[in-house]
């Protein structure tokens, strides 16, 4: 390679004559680059300088065919799309995907033999105790129906929410009694809990309390809640989650298991959204 002449940056002593060009000053004037006649050395990049008036340094642009243009009028055509759609995914389409999958989840739940729904009523929020649990199949049949009697008193204003006092559990069984009837009627279950979270968490203090084995739900239950607000689809921009929606039960455990089964069931039949599938661009 011929050695190159070295000017300095433009504005100062040594700049290059203005008849040269830089890459992009050159596709302004319709040329494409050949052979460099100067450089610019600099920190990051060199900048190498064109003589548009020596044909060995530079040519004109080739014209394209017909044949080009069209493809690339396509070629942008298909960015636009493109572009058009990750906007609008970005913005609400995602919500569309995330309902869709929302309905499927549902039916393949309601398609499982052993799928079983789990509610409990409590003493609480916190470090609470169970005073009533409920399992159904997934027909609605009830797999367990039972109040519990809690080693420490219901207090009032929870009462007031579920209905359940010290009274109605005071000939109840134990959660130590019932425990080995819930671990037979869940084992190899497939478990909805609406809100799992909380419902494993007193179940697994329950266990703790009374020195039994853990139930290991963790890992083989779904939370029905979540699934329901992501087909919801009540997004919040500014938590980035769904919002999560009341069950609207009766606050007591059956009657919550039956609720939970009829969000199920009404995602599951939510038609428009399977035979509309979110677009995609091509």
């Known amino acids: ?26 596709a302004e004037l319709g040329l494409s680059p050949l052979k460099a006649v100067g450089i610019i050395r600099a920190q990051k990049y060199d900048v190498l300088l064109y003589d548009p008036d020596n044909p060995e340094s530079c040519r004109p642009k080739r014209k394209p065919t017909d044949k080009q243009l069209e493809t690339l009028a396509a070629n942008r055509e298909k960015a ?30 309601l398609a499982a033999e052993n799928l079983a729904i789990l509610d409990t009523e409590t003493t609480g929020l916190y470090d609470a105790e169970i ?32 209905g359940i006092t010290d009274e109605v559990v005071a000939d109840a069984p134990s959660f130590p009694q019932i425990y080995p009837q819930i671990a037979e009627i869940l084992k190899d279950k497939q478990l909805l809990i609406y809100n799992s979270d909380f419902d494993i968490r007193i179940l697994n203090y329950c266990c703790k309390l009374h ?30 989650d769904y919002r999560w929606q009341p069950l609207c039960g009766d606050h007591r455990a059956l009657g919550d298991c039956l609720a939970a089964l009829e969000r199920l069931k009404k995602m599951a039949a939510d038609s428009d959204q399977m ?8």
């Open 131 to 162: 005073v009533e649990i409920a399992v159904i199949n997934r027909d609605g049949e009830p797999l367990l129906n039972t109040l519990i009697k809690p080693s420490i008193p219901i207090p009032a204003e929870v009462s007031a929410i579920h």
């Open 1 to 26: 390679m011929d050695k190159l002449d070295e000017y300095k940056w433009w504005g100062k002593p040594g700049e290059p004559p203005q008849n040269l060009k830089t890459k992009k000053q050159l």
């Open 80 to 109: 636009r799309i493109k572009r058009e759609y990750e906007e609008w995914y970005n913005e609400i389409g995602f919500i569309e995907r995330d309902r869709v999958r929302a309905v499927k989840w549902a039916r393949d739940e």
């Open 275 to 282: 035979n509309c599938p979110v677009p995609r661009p091509e």
């Open 211 to 240: 020195n039994l084995p853990s139930l290991k739900l963790k890992n083989r239950s779904e939370c029905l809640m979540t699934w329901h607000a992501q087909w919801a689809g009540d997004w919040s921009y500014y938590h980035k």
